[in-house]
């Protein structure tokens, strides 16, 4: 059973940063793109950035320049590295893995728990 394990989450200031990691564990072949999202109350939740198993990244407009993703695959673990945070990056920020278990052979996304980013003086 593969499962995505999030941590970083927390209370900063404005201007402030923080780290999130998700890491992944369980019998696993293959880990395929990987990605952050978020939900704010009351909104969809909405992709924050993505990276390929080869490094190739992509981001939204509200993150550029100031979030950097990146993954370290002999760990599993996928990280958001964000500064210069501002009070609309408040929301629930969730990992998502495309992964080839190790069994069942079945190519499919799992999700993390969710860890609470607040941005706040």
């Known amino acids: 059973q593969v499962q995505l394990v999030e941590s970083g989450g927390g209370l900063v200031q404005p201007g402030g940063s923080l780290r999130l990691s998700c890491a992944a564990s369980?019998?696993?072949?293959?880990?395929?793109?990987m990605g952050w999202y978020r939900q704010a109350p009351g909104k969809q939740r909405d992709l924050v950035a993505d990276?390929?198993?080869?490094?190739?990244?992509n981001y939204a407009d509200s993150v550029e320049g100031r979030f950097t993703i990146s993954r370290d695959n002999g760990k599993n673990t996928l990280y958001l590295q964000m500064n210069s945070l501002k009070p609309e990056d408040t929301a629930v920020y969730y990992c998502?893995?495309?992964?080839?278990?190790?069994?069942?052979?079945?190519?499919?996304?799992?999700w993390g728990q969710g860890t609470q980013v607040t941005v706040s003086s």
């Open positions: 998502n893995m495309d992964v080839l278990p190790g069994w069942p052979l079945r190519r499919r996304d799992y």
């Open positions: 369980g019998t696993i072949r293959e880990i395929y793109a």
């Open positions: 990276i390929t198993s080869g490094g190739n990244t």
